[in-house]
T-cell receptor, first 111, second 116 residues
Framework: TQLLEQSPQFLSIQEGENLTVYCNSS?????LQWYRQEPGEGPVLLVT?????EVKKLKRLTFQFGDARKDSSLHITAAQPGDTGLYLC???????????FGAGTRLTVKP | NAGVMQNPRHLVRRRGQEARLRCSPM?????VYWYRQLPEEGLKFMVY????????ESGMPKERFSAEFPKEGPSILRIQQVVRGDSAAYFC??????????????FGPGTRLTVL
């Protein structure tokens, strides 16, 4: 079983602040995805990272895949209340057809 | 709306009753996944199905839970003799080409099951 640990579990910040959340595992993944889930809705894919060391940017969000493909981080610059939600990482193993999700980081951005 | 559809969105059952959750994948997708999410937690994989086949049910409780994805119609997650601990949000996802590194699972809005 590939266990994904996300930290912090909860994060509450003021609008305009920067933040980083982490997704760590002892397993190597062929790819890793980040999702955002808002209350009452299903998760929505933000990004897929595939190559070790890869960095992808999506407006104010920067995603990095660790060199060893075991971990990832999500950095948000100048957070806004609209960024509030549950951020989930999901890793895909080399031998599996399914993905395993972390427990998520619940972000609250206060205006 | 060509997205993943789930119904009902909310389901209330009394202990001992059966719950049936339905999922219609995105058009053209023949791979369906079911996940369970408890309050304040992430998603827990339950089962992966293709049309008429269960591919991986390693996350399914051994008793009372079953899933199917018939040739025609939606995928069904069935929970028999529900207990209070079954109360959760159940999400369905579908994908087009599973097993590739860039495969994307598209999620439905979920069914929120409450067992009284």
């Amino acid at each position: 079983t590939q266990l994904l640990e996300q930290s912090p579990q909860f994060l509450s910040i003021q609008e305009g602040e920067n933040l980083t959340v982490y997704c760590n595992s002892s397993s190597v993944f062929s790819s890793l995805q980040w999702y955002r889930q808002e209350p009452g809705e299903g998760p929505v894919l933000l990004v897929t990272v595939v190559t070790g060391g890869e960095v992808k940017k999506l407006k104010r969000l920067t995603f990095q895949f660790g060199d060893a493909r075991k971990d990832s981080s999500l950095h948000i610059t100048a957070a806004q209340p609209g960024d509030t939600g549950l951020y989930l990482c999901a890793g895909r193993g080399y031998n599996n057809n399914d993905m395993r999700f972390g427990a998520g980081t619940r972000l609250t951005v206060k205006p | 709306n060509a997205g993943v559809m789930q119904n009902p969105r909310h389901l209330v059952r009394r202990r001992g009753q059966e719950a049936r959750l339905r999922c219609s994948p995105m058009k053209g997708h023949s791979h369906v996944y079911w996940y369970r999410q408890l309050p304040e937690e992430g998603l827990k994989f339950m089962v992966y199905l293709q049309k008429e086949n269960i591919i991986d049910e390693s996350g399914m409780p051994k008793e009372r839970f079953s899933a199917e994805f018939p040739k025609e119609g939606p995928s069904i997650l069935r929970i028999q003799q529900v207990v209070r601990g079954d109360s959760a949000a159940y999400f369905c996802a579908s994908s087009l080409i599973p097993g590739t590194v860039t495969d994307t699972q598209y999620f439905g809005p979920g069914t929120r099951l409450t067992v009284l």
